[in-house]
């Protein structure tokens, strides 16, 4: 089957039929994703006859759901929350960064057995890279202690920053990170409160909200915003792939502010390179994530 592609269109995806491999992502909610039309465009960039959909799964369905892939020879997933630990136990092998970081987002089905990986953390250093951002040496400060700051802690401190200070609400789970990763380098936790960025901002260069807030618009800040005069250096970086009031408000202290959208662009790529063995289309997949995200 030819698929043509104008200069200006991606191409235009063909029905399924009885050779159709089957990707998807498993989360819930997960009818907001972008991954769907991101990453079926890869596939068809590359002549591969495939499609990706949402699998939406309850919390008590999960096992099932694992089960169930296997049985129906689905080729591979993505996992998004709140299942990117919980999923861990019904794998057959994972690899040795995801086992450490203890959080999955990539599943690979081979043979029927489920194979997880954790492309979220390497897919953000290479966002960060094409930024033109060098994390090496560097004092980073990440809000929040979810399974996303757990991940990118590790990363960060595998590609040799100086010092990580994770700030979370609740002390003891970012104490728990702390705890979990101090083997591999620099990293302390402290209370999430406006008296302890006003100690830590000057001194780092990098910030990073791996927290909810901001994805909705009645979310609260999630500090003293008026704190990032302190450091006219900081780069601000925040996973949720738009622009939040977090960044907006960095923003009007003229800093440097990146969102999650080239996070999630290359976390799907690695995986679609797992899953494939190619190398992922990446501009494709780009261009289908702007035009999805419009």
Do not use: C
């Not at 979370?168 to 008296?195: C, D, Q, V």
């Not at 202290?253 to 999650?260: D, H, I, R, S």
């Amino acid at each position: 089957m030819k698929m043509m592609e104008s200069k200006n269109k991606l191409l235009k995806v063909p029905f399924p039929n009885g050779g159709t491999f089957l990707y998807g992502i498993i989360g819930n909610p997960v009818k907001h994703s972008a991954s769907p039309y991101m990453q079926t465009q890869a596939f068809h960039a590359l002549g591969i006859n495939a499609i990706y959909v949402p699998f939406e799964v309850k919390k008590e369905n999960i096992k099932d759901a694992i089960k169930a892939l296997k049985v129906l020879n689905v080729k591979g997933v993505n996992v998004t929350v709140p299942y990117k630990e919980e999923i861990i136990p019904y794998l057959d092998e994972i690899d040795e960064d995801a086992k450490i970081i203890g959080s999955i987002n990539t599943i690979k089905i081979e043979n029927e057995k489920a194979f997880g990986f954790n492309t979220d953390a390497p897919g953000f250093i290479l966002a960060l890279k094409e930024e033109g951002i060098n994390v090496k040496g560097k004092n980073i400060l990440i809000l929040g202690a979810g399974g996303t700051s757990k991940a990118l802690s590790y990363i960060l401190l595998k590609e040799g920053v100086n010092k990580i200070f994770v700030l979370n609400r609740t002390f003891e789970k970012a104490k728990k990170i702390e705890n979990h990763l101090k083997s591999y380098g620099n990293i302390e936790a402290f209370e999430l409160s406006n008296e302890n960025l006003k100690n830590f901002l000057p001194q780092v260069d990098i910030i990073i909200n791996t927290t909810s807030l901001g994805l909705k618009k009645d979310d609260p800040p999630i500090f003293d915003y008026s704190l990032f005069s302190l450091n006219s250096n900081l780069v601000v970086v925040d996973v949720i792939y738009f622009e939040t009031p977090f960044l907006r408000a960095a923003k009007k202290y003229n800093l440097k502010t990146v969102n999650g959208k080239g996070m999630l662009l290359y976390q799907g790529a690695l995986a679609f390179e797992i899953w494939t063995s190619k190398k992922a289309p990446i501009e494709v997949m780009r261009k289908a994530l702007n035009e999805i995200l419009k």
